[in-house]
């Protein structure tokens, strides 16, 4: 419903006030949710996979499975399962630029909601203030009693809001424009209306609360003709003006410019699931592997002794892959036939454990794979058996 003009209630000279629903004249259009969505759909995407990733601590090429592997990949802590805590991780580091991880008094590893970070040039950084949900932990953390993770030099907030500020000015005017477009327009006169001015009011308004919510939820609305209302809508030409179609090409290129900032190629966006091998390829190259190796140089730093990582322990984080092991078969057996690599070490580089024989860490070579000499060799001595 749009404006409704009250008409003539009283004398020409007669100042009426009329109160009418706010919803009546509410012009406030809603373009939250256009940063929301490309929000939720890229940062989502990008913690959903690496939710799924399995963290390894790694010494002598074997994977130590104790209490740091169980809260890794597990139970962070009490409340938070391993694959909702590391959403949440990437999710504020993405987001905030930065991520601090904080152990409690009970080895739970907790996320800081908030925190205060004092620099300094050859000492280590001081984390003050530290707040997790409504606790402050009275006590600082130094920088190596933390797990403190930093995403790049500027803050993708500033980022999303700075072109918020352009794609959803125009957002909110094509939306505006699509509801005025199709915007019922009704007047009411009510020149025979009788009574005093109070109760005057009061018929009025009840009118319109019945007709406007009559019109407004139900598909068929009869609206009876009433003594003393005359009722008449007006309908405006809706053939011209921006369609639907341009809303959604302003939200697509604002998600687009969200993707582009993050290394996420839109094609995954979009839902177009043909093809989809390169463009999965890209997003783990250069979105996804970088992150983890913010993450995993963080862990490292802070999980594991540095004489340890020296000696070769080490954490590494394994993520998902897009290819199944049997879609690899082919080329691990070529890799295995051209005695380049031992079956051990391709289990290790698929994702699976080594196994302990000695036979696995032998390399192999089919015939086909000679060096030119050993095959000059043996042609010489046929020659001198055929003559």
């Not at 280590?124 to 707040?131: L, R, T």
Request: proline share 2%; charged share 30%.
């Amino acid at each position: 419903m749009g404006f409704l003009d009250l008409g003539r209630i009283f004398k020409r000279n007669e100042e009426v006030d009329v109160l009418l629903d706010e919803d009546l004249f509410d012009e406030k259009s809603n373009k939250a949710h256009l940063k929301r969505v490309a929000i939720e759909t890229c940062i989502g995407l990008i913690s959903r996979t690496i939710s799924q990733s399995e963290f390894r601590v790694r010494k002598d090429k074997k994977t130590i499975k104790d209490e740091m592997y169980y809260k890794l990949n597990l139970r962070p802590n009490k409340n938070m399962s391993a694959s909702y805590f590391w959403q949440k991780v990437v999710r504020k580091l993405i987001y905030d630029n930065d991520c601090l991880i904080i152990q409690s008094d009970t080895g739970d590893l907790l996320i800081a909601d908030s925190f205060v970070k004092n620099e300094y040039a050859v000492m280590e950084d001081v984390f003050k203030n530290v707040i997790v949900k409504d606790y402050e932990f009275k006590r600082s953390f130094l920088m190596s009693e933390v797990i403190y993770i930093q995403y790049s030099n500027e803050k993708l907030s500033k980022l999303i809001d700075e072109l918020f500020y352009d794609y959803g000015d125009l957002f909110g005017r094509l939306l505006e424009f699509q509801k005025r477009k199709n915007q019922i327009r009704a007047t009411i006169d009510t020149a025979g209306v009788t009574g005093t001015k109070e109760e005057v009011l009061k018929k009025v308004q009840n009118f319109i609360n019945r007709v406007y919510g009559s019109v407004r939820e139900k598909a068929v609305a009869l609206i009876p003709q009433q003594k003393g209302y005359i009722y008449k809508e007006h309908q405006q030409n809706t053939s011209v003006g921006p369609s639907v179609d341009e809303i959604n090409k302003v939200t697509d290129g604002f998600m687009t410019q969200v993707a582009a900032a993050l290394g996420i190629p839109i094609v995954m966006l979009k839902g177009d699931l043909a093809d989809l091998e390169k463009p999965t390829r890209n997003y783990m190259v250069f979105c996804i592997k970088p992150l983890v190796k913010k993450v995993g140089d963080a862990l490292n730093y802070s999980l594991i002794d540095r004489d340890d990582y020296l000696k070769g322990q080490h954490l590494e984080i394994r993520t998902p892959t897009y290819s199944n092991i049997f879609d690899l078969a082919t080329s691990i057996d070529k890799l295995i036939a051209s005695g380049g690599w031992n079956r051990n070490e391709l289990r290790d580089k698929v994702g699976d454990e080594m196994v302990d024989d000695p036979a696995m860490d032998e390399y192999v070579m089919t015939k086909n794979y000679e060096s030119i000499n050993s095959s000059r060799l043996r042609g010489g001595d046929d020659n001198e058996t055929s003559d």
